[in-house]
């Protein structure tokens, strides 16, 4: 069973999602310059958003990214009782946790503000090279682990052994995370299990053509009596119309989470409703974004036949007297869906949530986002 999610959302302008120099991501598509925001800004802001925090913290199916695990597994190891010796051998050594193959840092960041990997580090604490992304219920086995294998190779077999013969030898825990199992994990350690992302994010593009923006600002000194600026600057932003898309293989997720089907079915609901309402951070202090979209498009088909229904915007839409770029886009996007439904025989049941009063052929509107919830939870699986 595959799950697709297709959204339209106009953003006031913002700056949701920077590059290294500071201004708004884009890329060419169609020929055209078009607004952007990551796939992995996306991810971030569902996985970090209350409606995942709501329905997953309180029960620890939530990991985090992080370099910081010789924290966490010295924490884990004064609690199994390891004597200080133990523990400062142990945790000498978990640095070198995913450089075991020589490779350098391959897990990738989520979020565009986050410090780069091998930064400065704080004062007494000491890191990993990679981040890892790491599910609670992995912290203690992978604790107890490290700590069986001091004792049977004793302080100096431990200085001696490579860190790569050492991870072998730890029992893999599955991670219990629902953001792990949807979007999977790659590590350079075999201390990790590696997960196979069950969801896959587009990044989001405008489905109009990119007109980036400057804002000039000033700030005074309020102390200094001294008339005129007391710093000059400016940024860049745009207002755009994005086309967002995601899907969900169901058989992925539910092999992802130890074949619950309860927390899958949880999962994918509650994915739905990040998607439509997270937002990303990006200058929001500045700019304040916060625009909910205008239609939310789901399709749920038995075959697994991923389709983005991106080049419904090749042409870049227009506003116009009779019709905003939101109106003009949501016509495109229909017409487009029905011409590539009928032409590939793609079989899928649909149904959507629209502010406006909306038809798309084939599909079925419904009037509030909880209703479209309803409807997906009545045709996902309720046993394995």
């Not at 996306?42 to 010789?70: C, D, H, M, N, W």
């Not at 000498?92 to 565009?112: F, M, Q, T, V, W």
């Not at 604790?143 to 030898?169: P, V």
Request: with cysteine.
């Amino acid at each position: 069973m595959l799950i697709q999610i297709h959204i339209l959302q106009n953003y006031a302008p913002a700056n949701l999602n920077r590059d290294d120099t500071g201004s708004p991501k884009d890329a060419m598509f169609g020929g055209v310059r078009r607004g952007r925001i990551s796939s992995q800004c996306l991810k971030r802001s569902i996985r970090r958003s209350e409606v995942f925090g709501e329905a997953f913290r309180a029960a620890g199916l939530l990991a985090q990214r992080t370099q910081l695990l010789p924290m966490l597994i010295k924490k884990e190891l004064e609690g199994l009782g390891a004597g200080e010796e133990e523990l400062k051998a142990i945790v000498a050594r978990l640095p070198e946790i995913g450089r075991e193959s020589g490779k350098g840092n391959e897990e990738e960041s989520e979020d565009d503000e986050a410090p780069a990997a091998g930064g400065t580090e704080p004062a007494g604490e000491t890191k990993t090279k990679q981040l890892i992304f790491i599910a609670p219920n992995e912290i203690r086995p992978m604790a107890e682990g490290l700590l069986k294998a001091y004792r049977k190779l004793g302080a100096a077999g431990w200085k001696k052994s490579k860190m790569k013969d050492i991870t072998k030898e730890l029992a893999v825990t599955l991670p219990c995370s629902v953001d792990i199992a949807m979007f999977g994990r790659m590590t350079t350690s075999s201390a990790f299990e590696d997960v196979q992302a069950a969801v896959q994010v587009a990044h989001a593009i405008s489905t109009n053509a990119l007109a980036q923006e400057f804002d000039y600002y000033t700030a005074v000194d309020d102390l200094s009596g001294e008339s005129g600026a007391g710093m000059i600057g400016d940024v860049e932003f745009n207002s755009s119309t994005y086309y967002k898309y995601l899907n969900v293989h169901w058989d992925q997720l539910l092999k992802n989470l130890g074949g619950d089907v309860q927390i899958a079915r949880q999962a994918v609901l509650a994915l739905l409703d990040a998607a439509a309402r997270a937002q990303p951070t990006g200058k929001q202090n500045s700019f304040a974004a916060f625009n909910l979209p205008e239609i939310v498009f789901v399709e749920i088909s038995q075959r697994n036949l991923p389709v983005s229904y991106a080049n419904a915007f090749l042409k870049p839409v227009k506003s116009g007297y009779e019709q905003t770029v939101m109106e003009a886009s949501i016509r495109q996007f229909g017409s487009y869906t029905e011409k590539l439904s009928k032409a590939y025989a793609l079989e899928a049941e649909r149904a959507f949530l629209a502010v406006d009063e909306t038809t798309i052929q084939g599909a079925k509107c419904l009037p509030s986002l909880p209703d479209l919830q309803a409807w997906v939870l009545e045709r996902l699986p309720e046993e394995g």
